[in-house]
């Protein structure tokens, strides 16, 4: 039996996870945060870590030499952007930074850090499938991908030096299921869907369960490597809409990115770009090497799709 | 009613649309033994059906609004189903409008991918398309080869999904690789912009081709190169100039004007109804294919060159084949 810390315990990902590898993995998880989530399983310990504090990486490199850590699982992300950038920036990048210091410290074996495909950035020169080698060049107006950018290169850096460290990055696309909820599930559930006229990618979705499934494997096993954590198959925005039942307003580009106050951009404090742009190049991830790794996913990014809008029809009869 | 709800509720398997028609047919039936008993005399014994009309009308609407339309596309965008409710269209233009004469269609070998390397002309990528469906309606649906389409295509709204959906993709070395990987035959115009850009002074004379990307393709992937020469695609939209200063309010590289457009407006996309000659060439002898010699420059840049070289000289046989430009 190891013991897996995992960051971020109050987030979608780190609760599920530490929950399935302490209750079905039998695994020792120590779950960090900075508040002690509700409802806590009682096989997940909860220590209390605030990685937005300066002294955070020496309060952690403690706490994971006390507890015996042989993993760390960092999930301490924002499920969203939110408008206030320096604390995003703050939790995100420098959180990041204070982990790996702690990391180091602790001479932990195994480190899993959960980024995003979105890193990748959506381009107009794009390849169809992005492998993981692909440069990460994020998008400037999404601010908190751009973290997610600057934390892949923190932890590229931060491998080479510490050879002894097996690093697994992994880049899950859009996480779609019947529980998942962040802005882009938000985006897609909303009763009328703007979208850019004339554009309509192929997008992907990976199951929350095989993100999960994923993110236990690399917990458990000896996986170092960047992987793409997505689901076989595209789904234009078209058919992912009309699957859906969505009526779609199709709105002119430069109409949209010039709506700075539009409702949903509004909280998340990026310009309009940050988020359409996603729907308006193709950002494909080619997910092959992560399926020989972590086996093939259950959920095709369709059936991932039906699983998220059909949960979605249920809610809304309750 | 409640006579019918069992019985349409025996199966659970059934599916929905199977127990929707029996339910339709059951009131059918109910209907026209009471209120429609009183209207027969009326109407005459040519009854219309108003559930049928009803059934049609509603069948109708859904089409346009392509509600039927499958929405199930290839990992590289293709959708089956525009490509088919395009073929009419394509047909006619491919036959009566271009009337197309292909040769040399015996030399493109059938059992593996390929890679076709075409000239590359005019503004929209009629010549893509019209060699991937030519090559479908010779060999069959799955060895449909995808065309590679330049980067200024893509920024271009409704143009990028549209070609997308019809086979298109952009022309990025690694695109091409995982298609061909894949067993897909590809098409590229390794002239690139440069060739779709040339103005009418220059027709048919071949321009650059890229840095030899095409050929190492080949070499790497270990697949055949057979050397296409498109004759007619050069006038379906002669560029008489370029304009540059209007074209960066669009956003674009450069703004085109033909002999229709932008003069008849919308109507200058519409290609000029120019004689086509596809000519297929022998299938270029790359040295035992072999991912080694990708890496060799020289000899790469010397295959390039054949390969041009040879292309040029089929457009010229291909030139002599017809009459006129219109012939």
């Not at chain 1, 992907?204 to 960047?226: I, K, N, Y």
């Not at chain 2, 199930?72 to 409008?97: C, K, N, Y």
Request: aromatic residues 8%.
């Amino acid at each position: 039996m190891t013991t897996i810390a995992i960051s971020g315990l109050r987030t979608f990902l780190g609760r599920r996870l530490a929950e399935r590898l302490a209750l079905e993995a039998g695994q020792r998880v120590v779950g960090l945060d900075r508040l002690r989530p509700h409802g806590l399983a009682a096989g997940v310990h909860f220590r209390e870590i605030d990685l937005t504090r300066p002294d955070a990486g020496s309060a952690l490199a403690d706490l994971l030499h006390k507890e015996d850590v042989e993993v760390v699982v960092h999930l301490a992300f924002r499920r969203e952007p939110t408008p206030d950038l320096d604390g995003d920036h703050e939790l995100e990048t420098i959180g990041s930074l204070s982990l790996l210091h702690a990391c180091a410290a602790a001479a932990i074996p195994r480190l899993v850090i959960g980024s995003s495909t979105m890193v990748y950035g959506p381009r107009l020169d794009n390849p169809n499938f992005l492998s993981e080698a692909h440069p990460l060049r994020g998008h400037p107006q999404a601010h908190c991908v751009m973290n997610r950018v600057e934390v892949e290169r923190l932890t590229a850096d931060w491998a080479a030096r510490h050879p002894a460290t097996a690093v697994t990055v992994l880049r899950p696309c859009w996480i779609v299921g019947p529980t998942y909820r962040d802005a882009v599930t938000r985006y897609f559930s909303r009763r009328v869907v703007p979208t850019l006229m004339g554009y309509d990618p192929l997008l992907q979705f990976v199951h929350e369960e095989d993100c999960l499934d994923a993110f236990a494997r690399a917990a458990t096993a000896h996986r170092p490597g960047v992987y793409n954590v997505v689901a076989p198959g595209v789904l234009p925005l078209s058919t992912v809409l009309r699957t859906a039942g969505k009526r779609v307003l199709p709105v002119p580009t430069p109409i949209l990115y010039r709506l700075r106050a539009y409702p949903s951009q509004a909280q998340t404090g990026d310009r309009p770009e940050g988020f359409y742009d996603y729907l308006r190049y193709l950002w494909v991830a080619d997910g092959r090497r992560g399926w020989e790794v972590f086996g093939r996913p259950l959920y095709s990014t369709r059936e991932a799709w039906m699983a998220a809008i059909s949960a979605e029809r249920m809610r809304s009869y309750r | 009613m409640s006579e019918t709800k069992p019985e349409a509720h025996d199966d659970a398997t059934e599916p929905w649309s199977s127990a929707l028609s029996r339910l339709r047919d059951e009131l059918r039936r109910r209907l026209s033994a009471n209120d429609l008993a009183a209207t027969e005399t009326a109407v005459g014994p040519a009854q219309i059906d108003p559930f049928s009309l009803f059934e049609d009308l509603r069948r109708r609407i859904g089409k346009l609004g392509m509600r039927e339309r499958s929405g199930e596309v290839d990992d590289f965008g293709l959708d089956p189903e525009t490509i088919r409710s395009a073929r009419p269209l394509l047909r006619l233009l491919r036959q009566r409008w271009w009337r197309i004469e292909v040769v040399g269609l015996e030399q493109v070998p059938k059992d593996r991918p390929v890679l076709f390397v075409a000239n590359h002309s005019g503004l929209l990528p009629w010549d893509g398309l019209v060699l991937a469906e030519t090559l479908e309606e010779a060999h069959g649906a799955e060895r449909r080869p995808r065309f590679l389409i330049a980067d200024w295509l893509i920024t271009l709204p409704f143009v990028q999904p549209a070609l997308a959906r019809l086979g298109g993709v952009r022309a990025c070395r690694e695109n091409a690789e995982r298609l061909l990987e894949t067993g897909r035959s590809v098409i590229a115009f390794p002239e690139g912009v440069k060739g779709a850009a040339k103005t009418f002074r220059d027709r048919y004379r071949l321009q650059r081709f890229g840095r030899g990307g095409a050929v190492r393709l080949a070499l790497a992937a270990g697949v055949p190169i057979v050397p296409v020469a498109i004759v007619g695609a050069e006038e379906t939209h002669p560029i008489l100039f370029k304009l540059e200063t209007p074209a960066r309010i669009f956003g674009l590289p450069f703004l085109p004007v033909t002999p229709t457009f932008p003069w008849l407006g919308p109507l200058g996309a519409l290609p000029l109804p120019s004689k086509w000659v596809i000519s297929f060439g022998e299938p270029l002898a790359t040295p035992d294919a072999d991912s080694a010699h990708a890496g060799d420059d020289l000899l790469v840049a010397r295959l390039t060159e054949e390969l041009r070289s040879e292309i040029q000289r089929q457009v010229k046989l291909a030139l002599g084949v017809r009459q006129g430009v219109f012939g």
